[in-house]
């Protein structure tokens, strides 16, 4: 399966500042990536849809302006929290999707813990 | 709609004994159906897949998933658990765009 980093892989701000978070597929070229968001003992929520070289998909109810995504490379996706608050602390995690179109399975990154105090 | 269901919250097992983990799909067409692991603090691990043909799936660490069309269900199964299998498991059908739909997990404890 594909091999997939995050970095870093925790973080602690003010309410206020901006974090920048790494996702990057070590050993193949992605083309898509996926965000999703995490609190404790839930499930994945998908936040979005990052496709190389074009905008973000967004899924309803996520803030753009907000989560901004980039993915300037086929092998780095970024994810800047922009303004953050206490609420938006989470469990954040990238995905790449790996093989043919159809039957293809996403691979997951280790995940990265931000804390907005 | 596509969705999947995982209706137990924690399945306690002894080590040794064999577990399953609960998977029900609703979805149109033919389904796309994954199992992941997920250790405290860390991203989801692939397990297996099911995309066609033998209903009974084999995967990492001594996991095995059966598909079964006319239950709608995708159950995890291992002869013999480990301690070390304890952790949480997600079921996922995979939807239009290579999106996942995941369930809401399931937390397996073995304890010795």
């Known amino acids: 399966g594909a091999v997939v980093s995050q970095h870093p892989s925790w973080v602690i701000c003010k309410s206020g500042t901006s974090v920048k978070i790494e996702c990057r597929s070590l050993?193949?070229?992605?083309?898509?990536m996926f965000w999703y968001r995490q609190f404790p003992k839930q499930s994945l929520m998908l936040m979005a849809t990052?496709?190389?070289?074009?905008?973000?998909?967004?899924e309803q109810g996520v803030e753009k302006d907000k989560f901004l995504i980039n993915h300037a490379s086929l092998t780095l996706s970024t994810l800047t929290v922009t303004s953050a608050h206490p609420e938006d602390s989470s469990f954040y995690i990238c995905?790449?999707?790996?093989?043919?179109?159809?039957?293809?399975?996403?691979?997951f990154g280790p995940g990265t813990r931000l804390t907005v105090l | 709609a596509q969705s999947v269901a995982q209706p137990e919250d924690q399945v306690n097992v002894a080590e040794g004994n064999p577990l399953t983990v609960k998977c029900t799909y609703s979805?149109?067409?033919?389904?796309?159906l994954f199992w992941y692991v997920q250790y405290p603090n860390r991203g989801l691990q692939f397990l297996l897949k099911?995309?066609?043909?033998?209903?009974l799936v084999k995967g990492s660490y001594g996991f095995e998933a059966e598909f079964n069309k006319s239950q709608t269900s995708f159950h995890l199964k291992k002869p013999s658990a480990l301690v070390s299998d304890s952790a949480l498991y997600f079921c996922?059908?995979?939807?239009?765009?290579?999106?996942?739909?995941f369930g809401q997990g399931t937390e397996l404890s073995v304890k010795p």
């Open positions: 995905s790449v999707v790996s093989g043919s179109r159809g039957t293809d399975t996403q691979y």
């Open positions: 050993d193949f070229q992605a083309t898509t």
């Open positions: 990052s496709n190389e070289g074009s905008k973000a998909t967004y």
């Open positions: 979805v149109s067409g033919n389904p796309y």
């Open positions: 099911y995309i066609t043909g033998d209903n």
């Open positions: 996922a059908v995979r939807r239009t765009g290579g999106k996942l739909i």
